[in-house]
């Protein structure tokens, strides 16, 4: 039996990576900035490396909330930059942007090599397509074994950032819930009727690079770009509520998730293939399939509608 | 460093030349983000080609790679022009849809790959972040090839373009076709990518693309000035990116290229800072751009730098 111990944790980190994603991505859709959640999800690398180097130098391994730390300072450092290239120094947004990011990624893979870290915790390869294949729950044997406390010892810690990510947007978006509206769907009047609207930006931007970073150790940078605006993308075409709105991309995003890893297990299944395909890029893959689906069928519903008889 | 080194830079810097020169164009109109979007999506190309060779269907060669990786990235930018059209999906959204699932895609089929034959496994990882050693001559020549068709183009269509990107509707007015100017940019840099890939990687190009032209659009004040130092600084980048990484074997060259030019980046904007004290803040190219936001006519009438225009509001 390899269901328990292999595929169960990569199963519920997919799981747990859309739903923390997929909520998250409503903030940069709807804002029309979804190219910032890529550079979001790219620019965490130099801060993970460097957390990852330090750690290993001052406590002999690395420590994940020191990771967490420098992931999140290296976003906001990141974002900073390119708001002050584009706003005080005057170049062209769009390409401030994606040279910053490059820029940003293409240090940690240096840094990576420099420092040694690649091998040890972090390689490239997992950084850009993900390890959700590696997360092994050596103590898990069958379902009773989730009710043993003793049991979680040896639980993948990816799982423990991922539920915390979870739960972290989860909270943010019922603090923010009213002022979240306002923010993103009637920015004009967010900024003149001074609703407290100052630190949004700021407060979404470090939720966003909270959330990348813990799904980016375990899904990879791309298809983190992939969880954060498809599922949102696709439920703003048919929602028309701000609730609706929310819902439908959590779901959507599980659902998602959860064809991702079908489409990654098929061809195993059906005994095309001896091995599964890689489960993170089965799952971007399968997040646009749905994307397109859901925008093919609202056309033909509209042009329907239209026609008489 | 032998023959077969030199003659690799040799190609590598020209082929930053021709991307800086051309991504002065795709910075002025908006574009470089696509070239992206494109680059990633071209993985799915290169990885199908090897899985038919490794299939037995084909022979893998340079050439088909290239065109492998050309008709995904063309079939990228259709999708994404497509999507653009649909009501409620920004450009935004489409461009990231299209780069993480074409992405998908690509990584799907690699690993495909490694288990259908993994002695014909192309090495993803070399794809993404590129690797100028593991370059054969002929993707040497084709780099040289592209490079010298894009400064060809860039020479013959001066004209057009720079109407294209700094007064489509006066050009429009004028009769000039600007829908076969946009879309021969858009061939050119597709073109530039498909080649590109395995030196470069998919992950960098963008940086090739962008980061030259800030370089010469924060220092210049005239177009041609600026191509001349957005080619000199892709150029020079491509060169020590290159030699680091033919040197120290476990560099890629994608990330070497990028970090030069951030360097530069940064050497170029400290000096325009020196620079200001003469009133001088934007570049006067950037200017020209009819942007949504009023911020640079307020600015060139009173002849400010912007920092101060701030702190007075």
């Known amino acids: 039996m390899t269901f328990w111990p292999i595929e169960f944790p990569a199963m519920v980190a997919a799981l747990l990576a859309a739903a923390a994603c997929g909520l998250t991505g409503n903030l940069l859709v709807l804002r029309r900035e979804a190219m910032l959640g890529d550079a979001i999800s790219h620019m965490v690398l130099p801060g993970l490396v460097i957390a990852a180097w330090i750690g290993s130098l001052l406590w002999g391994d690395m420590w994940r909330p020191f990771n967490f730390l420098g992931a999140v300072v290296a976003a906001v450092a990141g974002v900073a930059l390119l708001r002050w290239l584009e706003r005080r120094q005057g170049t062209e947004p769009r390409a401030a942007m994606g040279f910053v990011f490059t820029a940003f990624f293409a ?64 909270v943010y978006f019922a603090i923010n819930r009213r002022r979240l509206m306002v923010w993103l769907f009637d ?91 890689p489960a993170s890029g089965a799952i971007a893959f399968a997040a646009g399939l749905v994307f397109i689906l859901i925008l093919i069928s609202g056309t033909l519903r509209r042009r329907v509608r239209k026609t008489p008889g | 460093m032998t023959l077969i080194d030199l003659l690799l830079l040799t190609a590598l810097a020209a082929f930053g030349a021709a991307s800086g020169a051309l991504g002065v164009f795709l ?31 084909v022979v893998r060669s340079g050439f088909l790679l290239v065109v492998g990786a050309l008709v995904f990235a063309a079939l990228a930018a259709v999708v994404i ?20 699932s074409f992405f998908g895609l690509g990584v799907m089929l690699f690993g495909w790959l490694q288990l259908v034959d993994p002695s014909q496994s192309l090495g993803l990882t070399s794809f993404a972040l590129g690797q100028v050693a593991t370059m054969s001559l002929g993707e040497a020549w084709s780099l040289l090839a592209v490079a010298l068709l894009v400064t060809l183009v860039i020479w013959a269509g001066y004209r057009g373009l720079c109407l294209l990107v700094f007064d489509a509707d006066y050009a429009a007015t004028t009769g000039w076709p600007l829908a076969r100017l946009d879309a021969l940019l858009m061939a050119l840099a597709t073109l530039l990518l498909a080649v590109g890939l395995r030196s470069v990687g998919a992950i960098m190009l963008l940086g090739l693309v962008a980061g030259p032209a800030l370089i010469g659009l924060a220092w210049a004040k005239r177009m041609p000035q600026a191509l001349g130092l957005a080619a000199a600084s892709g150029a020079g ?34 000096a325009r800072g020196l620079r200001r ?3 001088v803040c934007r570049s006067p190219l950037l200017r020209g751009l009819d942007r949504s936001d009023s911020a640079p006519s307020l600015e060139r009438q009173s002849g400010r730098p912007q920092g101060e225009k701030e702190r007075q509001a």
């Open chain 1, 107 to 170: 240090l940690g893979v240096i840094l990576l090599e420099a420092t040694g870290q690649t091998n040890r915790h972090l390689d490239v390869e997992h950084a850009l397509f993900g390890s959700l294949e590696t997360l092994i729950w050596i103590d898990l044997f069958s379902w009773q074994d989730l009710a043993r406390l003793a049991s979680y010892t040896t639980m993948p810690s990816a799982l423990a950032s991922l539920s915390l990510a979870l739960v972290a947007t989860l």
């Open chain 1, 187 to 277: 920015p004009a009047y967010s900024q003149t009727s001074g609703l407290a609207l100052r630190g949004m930006e700021l407060s979404s931007g470090l939720l966003v690079a909270f959330v990348a970073m813990a799904a980016f150790e375990a899904v990879g940078a791309v298809l983190v770009v992939a969880l954060l605006v498809a599922p949102a993308a696709a439920a703003h075409l048919f929602a028309r509520r701000f609730a609706t709105q929310l819902l439908a991309s959590v779901l959507l995003a599980l659902a998602m998730a959860a064809f991702g890893l079908w489409l990654a297990d098929a061809p195993l299944r059906f005994g095309w293939l001896s091995d599964t395909l």
């Open chain 2, 27 to 57: 910075t002025l109109r908006g574009r470089t983000l696509v070239v992206d979007a494109m680059s990633h999506a071209a993985l799915p190309g290169i990885a199908l080609i090897g899985l038919l060779a490794g299939l037995g269907m």
């Open chain 2, 81 to 100: 022009l497509w999507l653009r059209r649909q009501e409620r999906v920004s450009e935004d959204s489409a461009m990231a849809l299209v780069l993480s």
């Open chain 2, 237 to 270: 980048a491509c060169v020590i990116g290159g030699t680091i990484s033919l040197e120290g074997t476990q560099v890629a060259t994608g990330p070497a290229i990028i970090l030069s030019l951030a360097v530069m980046l940064a050497l170029v904007l400290s």
């Open chain 2, 277 to 279: 004290s003469r009133g």
